[in-house]
């Protein structure tokens, strides 16, 4: 029986868990399986959740039955896959929404991918094209209310959040340009950029990769403040991919050995 751990804690006055939703991967998988890459970027859609790797190797698994569904190499995508995040778009024939995926360096692509339980196809390529993001930029949906953030800046400095409506689809390849930027959020809290997820007017950020450093940053788009903290370092993980499901907050850890990877869940 897996065992059940759950950790209260408090930030601000405020107590919430922590619960262990995949503590090794490999436990989920076939031993035959070959992990390539580390983990990065997290997606959920209902029971199942994709994980992605270093060189575009995609993981999907049902969170119900704990086990590895699926794995294969994205097409065409072999970047970092630093982050992921699901639309609401699905599109006819497929089971799951458009994903979209983050280069994160090179071009900082945004992959615009249809998934399914055998492979992926790359429907449109979308481009910030601007000077702001020198070495590192990350995208991330706001798919209630229709905007896309480019997300980045320097290590140990200076972090932006930059908003854009989401592009229409029809287009293998959209440019944006500063002029298309909504908005600009500045922000200090975050030192080493990792995933990030955008729900209810917040922005999740998972932050560091040496041991003493990991935080998930809860920050208000509005105002541009850090409303809340969550210590991931009783966890002793770099922290990775985010997402959010029926009120907790998922977050995926990388690990030394591959198939030691793990998933926990904070309450939101």
């Not at 007017?201 to 998972?206: D, E, N, Q």
């Amino acid at each position: 029986m897996k065992r059940l751990l759950i950790v209260l804690f408090c930030f601000a006055g405020m107590t919430y868990a922590q619960l262990p939703v995949m503590e090794r991967l490999g436990d989920w998988m076939a031993d035959s399986i070959t992990l390539r890459g580390s983990l990065q970027g997290m997606a959920l859609y209902e029971d199942r959740a994709v994980l992605l790797r270093h060189n575009g190797q995609c993981l999907i698994l049902d969170m119900n039955g704990q086990q590895l569904l699926a794995h294969y190499q994205l097409s065409g995508n072999h970047s970092h896959c630093n982050n992921a995040s699901f639309s609401n778009t699905i599109m006819e024939g497929d089971k799951y929404p458009l994903l979209y995926v983050s280069e994160c360096f090179g071009d900082k692509t945004c992959f615009v991918t249809r998934i399914s339980d055998t492979g992926s196809t790359i429907v449109q390529r979308i481009y910030y094209v601007s000077n702001c993001f020198p070495v590192a930029q990350d995208w991330c949906l706001d798919r209630e209310n229709g905007f896309l953030y480019a997300f980045g800046g320097k290590k140990y400095g200076t972090m932006y959040l930059k908003k854009f409506r989401i592009p229409e689809l029809g287009d293998s390849v959209v440019k944006l340009y500063d002029k298309d930027v909504l908005k600009t959020i500045a922000f200090d809290c975050v030192k080493v950029a990792q995933g990030s997820k955008i729900e209810g007017g917040f922005a999740y950020l998972p932050d560091g990769e040496d041991e003493g450093g990991y935080w998930l940053h809860v920050l208000d788009l509005e105002t541009g403040k850090e409303v809340r903290r969550i210590d991931l370092n009783t966890i002793g993980l770099e922290p990775e991919g985010i997402d959010i499901k029926d009120g907790w907050i998922y977050v995926g850890f990388n690990t030394k050995e591959k198939k030691d990877n793990k998933i926990y869940k904070f309450e939101q």
